[in-house]
């Protein structure tokens, strides 16, 4: 994908994934099996996610590239690092440390809806700054993938939202 097909991914995966979160009633939100996630804590989880690299994008690139270094190595393709995330998955990875949500209160709901919109949108406007070359050059690292490019991470944040979409929607449903 090029860089603009990556922001309009951005953009489109977290508006229906906020959409849906806005048509759940409370009960829906709230509501988890056990040991599972509640729609809030998703939507906290996505935040908790998306934020630390909106922020870290604000960094002159030079910054990055002298604490996370440069690639190595070509981008993986989108396919290519689902598979990888994927299979992370199947080997037992789970969301640690900061990236593991709260037990969530409804009052937070339209709160974490519009902060994780408003992230969303900053975080297009900065991957403009970006060109295609810093994309696959530029690396940082992601607690379950270890160090990928930022093209690379722009997939994981693509499909990761879609994803967690999906468990919201089976959790629901059963």
């Known amino acids: 994908m090029k860089q ?3 922001i309009q991914s951005l953009k489109s995966n977290h508006s229906l994934f906020l959409d849906f979160l806005k048509s759940l009633n409370n009960t829906e939100f709230e509501y988890a099996q056990k040991k599972k996630w509640s729609a809030g804590q998703q939507l906290e989880h996505i935040y908790r996610s998306v934020n630390p690299l909106s922020q870290g994008l604000l960094l002159p690139k030079f910054i990055i590239k002298l604490v996370f270094g440069k690639a190595n190595r070509p981008s993986l393709t ?3 690092l689902l598979s990888k995330y994927q299979m992370k998955l199947q080997n037992g990875g789970r969301a640690t440390g900061r990236f593991v949500p709260m037990d969530f209160v409804i009052s937070q709901k339209q709160k974490l809806i519009q902060l ?3 992230t969303i949108d ?4 900065q991957l403009t700054n970006f060109s295609e070359q810093d994309l696959d050059n530029i690396i940082l690292p992601h607690p379950l993938l270890g160090k990928i490019t930022l093209r690379e991470m722009m997939y994981f944040t693509i499909y990761h939202v879609k994803h967690h979409h999906e468990i919201i929607k089976r959790d629901l449903a059963n």
Do not use: D
């Open 4 to 6: 603009g097909e990556i």
């Open 78 to 80: 989108y396919e290519e």
């Open 116 to 118: 994780l919109q408003v």
């Open 122 to 125: 900053k975080l297009c406007l």
